[in-house]
Nanobody, 113 residues
Framework: QVQLVESGGGLAQPGGSLRLSCVAS????????MGWYRQAPGQQRELVAT???????TYADSVKGRFTISRDNARNTAYLQMNALKPEDTAVYYC???????WGQGTQVTVSS
């Protein structure tokens, strides 16, 4: 079955950086668009960024210019590079295979001094 395993979350200071990874298995990774979503306590899950099969990217306005989504099809991995982190970026970040019900388990990102 499909598995998505996120890693790279943790504690960062405001202005700092983190890089999230999502390793996929049980699927033909290159066939699918990938997305990163996040959910803060008491809030709905929201889109952060997506990347298509052809590597076209989209971003939420709140992260444009700070976050970069990318993919490595040879490694079945999607990445989210997060720079200039803000406290409001604190959330659980989830990897998602676009157009499916496949989600990762999430990785916690906390931005605090």
């Amino acid at each position: 079955q499909v598995q998505l395993v996120e890693s790279g979350g943790g504690l960062a200071q405001p202005g700092g950086s983190l890089r999230l990874s999502c390793v996929a298995s049980g699927m033909t990774f290159s066939f699918y668009g990938m997305g990163w979503y996040r959910q803060a306590p008491g809030q709905q899950r929201e889109l952060v960024a997506t990347i298509t099969r052809g590597r076209r990217t989209t971003y939420a306005d709140s992260v444009k210019g700070r976050f970069t989504i990318s993919r490595d099809n040879a490694r079945n991995t999607a990445y989210l590079q997060m720079n200039a982190l803000k406290p409001e970026d604190t959330a659980v970040y989830y990897c998602h295979v676009e157009g499916t019900t496949w989600w990762g388990q999430g990785t916690q990102v906390t931005v605090s001094s």
